[in-house]
């Protein structure tokens, strides 16, 4: 669009909620809006450096990027400014009226309505730009892009409640320019030294110089006055290439803060510098929270791409394995050509060996916290498992060289806990396996309930026998990876006929074979009633209360695998279950003598050990008819 005159829009509706709600709920945290102003100058500075390696001519006449910090008394304003990448008029109306994060329409849909509730989650979004309405009730941009020229700079003006207005001026200077007018009763952030110690506490690691006007004591005027001269208020060096004992914690989670754009604190950080046949400095961060779309493949994470302290790319995906897409932080490489590309990252050796030493450095912080013993990190541990384990499993597939590693950091519920968290480690399952079993026994159910009253586990719940209970989508994905452990294979307890190994002694085998013998007649009459619905028919000693239950065979995709890919739209190889039933429950024990209704308790039998797996029926209406017959039958008597 071509327009030049003044033109007033209206924000995304996401917009007006996200002001509405921060004006209110972040008050008592107001003087974020500077870290972010001054976070959203130090990334415009980026990207200018980043577009002048190709056109140096970007720089015009002033090749210094730095931001600037002012604040005038009189007008009650304050003013950002930086001579960065700067917006167009397209940019500005864009950028500043609508939010352009992933997750969005998400987020939104979760808010309650109750403020307090809300309040926590909008830090958990991010509020940059628009957190500067919490101090100001009208806000004035002036920017202009990088290479056009000075009469297509843009003036974005807004109050903050509905519309905002654009409208092109001349604008000489490159970059953005950013004046708040100050709400009443903010007058204490009129001072030059509220304003430096606020940017010392949440902006000193901006690796930019940001400059404020000196200020001196005037012993005539009784006063502080303003000199000509300017000062650089921050410490000005890219904070990952500082020393390590120079940071504190305090500075480490601000920086987090500007380069994942989240508002709490990280869970976790590591800072290196690795020397060898690759250089680089890795500073990465585990956020405490997951994002909206963590289950979002396809996000690119958050590593940002530096080269020589030189801002290559945000969300350099090739720097860090799917898996641990959560990942934030910084890789400044001494390495890489400063012109690389995506694709040229996709191919480079160095690069790899950037990313398998990120990963190892990641899978390290989470085994500190996992084998630590100190409560506090065993906690963090458990919210990280919590927040992100869903996204490691798929680790347990990606990432074969890691496999082991990663094996040892997976959580499960187990039958041995009477919650659903998941706290059992694989570790923990091997050492306390019972004398004589040789086998890590698990299920894979919809959910915990179905998972933990799941008749498969009878006989093992009788035997005092561990078996781990798996709800995860991923789960079965991961399992099809994950063999083994520490030498013991993995076994569904809900897949191939019941191999107890040594857990069972001779005798019970040996009563076993009789039992089986006797049922010989009954099983062949069933299996030919049960043909269209079960592959195979047999009686099973995994049962102590049920009279049947359904299993997959060995080499067969498991039901909860079918029902889960069907309810996907993917198309599910259609294998049928074996129908397995106890011998030693009067149900199974009455059919031997049940001759006109054999065929409808053998259906009966198949459908009620579907329904309690959490499979739906072929055909509801004849289960309801038969059960309501069956209800008549012994009404009479
Ligand atoms: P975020 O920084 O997470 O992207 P913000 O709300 O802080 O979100 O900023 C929104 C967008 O506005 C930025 O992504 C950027 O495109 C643009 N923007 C804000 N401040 C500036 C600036 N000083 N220079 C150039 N662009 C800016
Ligand atoms: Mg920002």
């Known amino acids: 669009?071509?327009?030049?005159?003044?033109?007033?829009?209206?924000?995304?509706?996401?917009?007006?909620?996200?002001?509405?709600?921060?004006?209110?709920?972040?008050?008592?945290?107001?003087?974020?809006f500077l870290r972010e102003l001054i976070s959203n100058a130090s990334d415009a500075a980026d990207k200018l450096r980043y577009e002048t390696i190709a056109k140096p001519e970007l720089f015009e006449s002033d090749p210094d990027l730095k931001i600037g910090v002012a604040f005038n008394k009189d007008a009650r304003t304050i003013t950002v400014s930086d001579n960065g990448i700067g917006m167009s008029r397209d940019e500005a109306v864009e950028h500043l009226g609508t939010i352009a994060k992933s997750g969005t329409r998400e987020f939104f849909s979760q808010l309650s309505g109750d403020q307090q509730k809300d309040a926590a989650l909008i830090g958990q979004f991010g509020v940059g730009f628009y957190s500067a309405f919490i101090v100001a009730d009208k806000i004035t941009v002036n920017s202009r892009r990088a290479?056009?020229?000075?009469?297509?700079?843009?003036?974005?003006?807004?109050?903050?409640?509905?519309?905002?207005?654009?409208?092109?001026?001349?604008?000489?200077?490159?970059?953005?320019?950013?004046?708040?007018?100050?709400?009443?009763?903010?007058?204490?952030?009129?001072?030059?030294?509220?304003?430096?110690?606020?940017?010392?506490?949440?902006?000193?690691?901006?690796s930019l110089p940001i400059l404020m006007q000196k200020e001196e004591w005037d012993n005539d005027a009784k006063a502080m006055v303003m000199r000509d001269e300017t000062e650089t208020v921050n410490q000005a060096s890219a904070l990952w290439a500082r020393n390590k004992a120079d940071i504190t914690e305090e500075q480490y989670k601000e920086f987090y803060k500007h380069v994942s754009h989240d508002f709490a604190e990280p869970m976790a950080y590591t800072h290196n510098r690795v020397e060898g046949r690759s250089e680089y400095?890795?500073?990465?961060?585990?956020?405490?929270?997951?994002p909206f779309d963590l289950w979002d493949r396809n996000q690119r994470g958050g590593i940002k791409l530096y080269i020589k302290r030189v801002f290559i790319m945000d969300d350099a995906e090739q720097l860090m394995p799917v898996y641990l897409r959560f990942v934030k932080g910084v890789i400044d490489s001494n390495d890489l050509p400063l012109n690389v590309s995506r694709e040229i990252l996709q191919e480079s050796r160095d690069v790899k060996v950037i990313r398998d030493g990120s990963t190892r450095r990641v899978l390290g912080m989470l085994e500190e916290l996992a084998n630590a013993e100190e409560q506090e990190k065993k906690d963090k541990y458990a919210s990280f498992w919590k927040e992100f384990g869903q996204a490691l499993k798929e680790g347990i597939g990606e990432d074969h060289p890691n496999q082991e590693r990663i094996a040892k950091?997976?959580?499960?519920?187990?039958?041995?806990?009477?919650?659903?968290?998941?706290?059992?480690?694989?570790?923990?399952?091997?050492?306390?396996?019972?004398?004589?079993?040789?086998?890590?026994?698990?299920?894979?159910?919809?959910?915990?309930?179905?998972?933990?009253?799941?008749?498969?586990?009878?006989?093992?719940?009788?035997?005092?026998?561990?078996?781990?209970?798996?709800?995860?989508?991923?789960?079965?994905?991961?399992?099809?990876?994950?063999?083994?452990?520490?030498?013991?294979?993995?076994?569904?307890?809900?897949?191939?006929?019941?191999?107890l190994g040594k857990?069972?002694?001779?005798?019970?085998?040996?009563?076993?074979?009789?039992?089986?013998?006797?049922?010989?007649?009954?099983?062949?009459?069933?299996?030919?009633?049960?043909?269209?619905?079960?592959?195979?028919?047999?009686?099973?000693?995994?049962?102590?209360?049920?009279?049947?239950?359904?299993v997959a065979d060995e080499h067969d995709i498991s039901g909860n695998l079918q029902r889960l890919m069907k309810s996907a739209g993917q198309k599910a190889p259609d294998t049928k279950p074996i129908l397995e039933i106890n011998p030693n429950h009067p149900l199974v024990q009455r059919l031997k003598y049940e001759d006109a209704k054999f065929d409808d308790w053998s259906h009966l039998l198949f459908d009620q050990a579907l329904l309690a797996e959490g499979g739906g029926l072929a055909d509801p209406a004849a289960f309801v008819k038969r059960i309501n017959q069956m209800l008549l039958d012994g009404a009479s008597k």
Request: proline content about 2%; hydrophobic content about 35%; some cysteine.
């Open 1 to 32: 669009m071509a327009a030049t005159e003044k033109q007033t829009l209206g924000f995304q509706a996401e917009v007006k909620q996200l002001l509405n709600l921060m004006v209110h709920s972040l008050y008592s945290n107001k003087e974020i």
């Open 147 to 206: 290479g056009l020229p000075a009469d297509q700079g843009v003036c974005w003006e807004s109050d903050g409640t509905g519309e905002f207005t654009v409208e092109t001026i001349n604008k000489p200077s490159r970059g953005t320019e950013i004046i708040l007018h100050l709400r009443e009763g903010e007058d204490e952030l009129l001072s030059g030294w509220q304003l430096k110690s606020i940017i010392r506490k949440y902006s000193d690691h901006i």
């Open 281 to 290: 400095t890795q500073l990465l961060y585990i956020p405490s929270r997951a």
């Open 409 to 499: 950091l997976l959580r499960f519920a187990s039958t041995h806990n009477d919650t659903d968290v998941e706290n059992v480690s694989l570790e923990e399952y091997v050492k306390r396996m019972k004398e004589g079993q040789d086998k890590i026994y698990y299920i894979t159910a919809e959910n915990y309930t179905a998972a933990k009253s799941s008749p498969h586990l009878e006989i093992f719940r009788k035997k005092g026998v561990e078996v781990l209970l798996l709800t995860d989508r991923v789960d079965e994905w991961m399992l099809s990876f994950l063999r083994e452990f520490d030498g013991k294979s993995l076994q569904s307890v809900a897949k191939g006929g019941l191999d």
């Open 503 to 550: 857990l069972e002694d001779e005798a019970e085998k040996k009563q076993h074979e009789e039992t089986e013998a006797g049922y010989k007649e009954l099983i062949d009459k069933m299996k030919t009633v049960l043909k269209e619905k079960a592959k195979d028919v047999r009686v099973t000693f995994r049962l102590t209360d049920s009279p049947a239950c359904l």
